[in-house]
């Protein structure tokens, strides 16, 4: 995994998940960051109005 | 040109598919050829579009790649062209000529 | 770092055109699920499943697809979420 596992202590995770995008992403990381933002949102916001449910129930592959 | 390790082999060499005309193998005996737009950095997705009556877009996700192999190494200024502007909004009518 | 400024610039300037890369490869594919919303696609699934659906949204770590009026093979299923590791390849036109 590119994300490191060990996290520093006395870091808040906005600012590590900042940090994260930074070394990803470079000059970019707010760009994406921000559509990255916009589209779970709205990922979020359809789920709580919507209630969908897995589909298969058991997964097809694992 | 095969490669193996899709999802292992990181932006840089992703890169080098871009526009190019790709067959891509997946699982299950799949295969699919277009335009390469795209390969998703976070799940290895590649997505793929080609021209017909309509603009079909076709991703093949990142844990399904077996194998990808470019058949044609360069896109003509049409098809570049068709290709930037597939997921772009249409231009606004007054830019038109 | 403690490495030499010339190998260190050649680092750095390695590590910006994979950053250049990656940010260009993302927001293609970022665009590209944008674009998906509120079309029909027909999702080609492990096990010889396929079924069609309206697409509604992904979460960013591509694990999960939420969709509406999924037509399975036993009916359709108004409201479902989509495991992407379920998911070979999908299609739709633009």
């Not at chain 1, 808040?12 to 990803?24: C, D, F, I, S, V």
């Not at chain 3, 250049?20 to 010889?48: H, I, P, W």
């Not at chain 3, 697809?65 to 070979?88: N, W, Y």
Request: charged residues 25%; aromatic residues 6%; proline residues 6%.
């Amino acid at each position: 995994s590119l994300r490191s596992s060990v996290a520093p202590p006395l870091e808040r995770p906005g600012e590590r998940r900042t940090a994260e995008m930074k070394k990803l992403y470079g000059g970019d990381a707010a760009k994406i960051m921000a559509m990255e933002a916009a589209m779970q949102l709205n990922f979020e916001r359809n789920c709580d109005l919507k209630q969908p449910k897995y589909w298969p129930v058991i997964p097809l592959k694992l | 040109m095969m490669q193996c390790g899709w999802p292992l082999m990181g932006p840089l060499r992703w890169l080098h598919y871009l526009n190019k005309e790709v067959k891509v193998r997946a699982g299950k005996g799949e295969e699919h050829r277009g335009w390469l737009l795209s390969v998703d950095p976070v799940s290895a997705s590649v997505v793929l579009v080609s021209f017909g009556e309509a603009v079909a877009v076709r991703v093949v996700m990142g844990h399904a790649v077996e194998a990808v192999e470019v058949l044609r190494a360069a896109a003509d200024d049409e098809t570049a062209k068709r290709l930037r502007s597939v997921f772009l909004p249409p231009p606004s009518p007054c830019l038109d000529p | 770092s403690i490495s030499s400024s010339a190998a260190s610039d050649t680092n750095s300037e390695q590590l910006q055109k994979e950053q250049d890369a990656r940010s260009v490869l993302r927001e293609g594919f970022l665009r590209c699920l944008l674009s998906m919303t509120n079309k029909k696609v027909q999702f080609q699934m492990y096990e010889n499943v396929k079924v069609e659906a309206t697409f509604g949204a992904s979460d960013i770590d591509v694990l999960n697809f939420q969709v509406s009026d999924l037509h399975t093979p036993i009916g359709v299923q108004k409201e479902a979420l989509i495991r992407c590791q379920d998911v070979i390849s999908f299609t739709f036109d633009v």
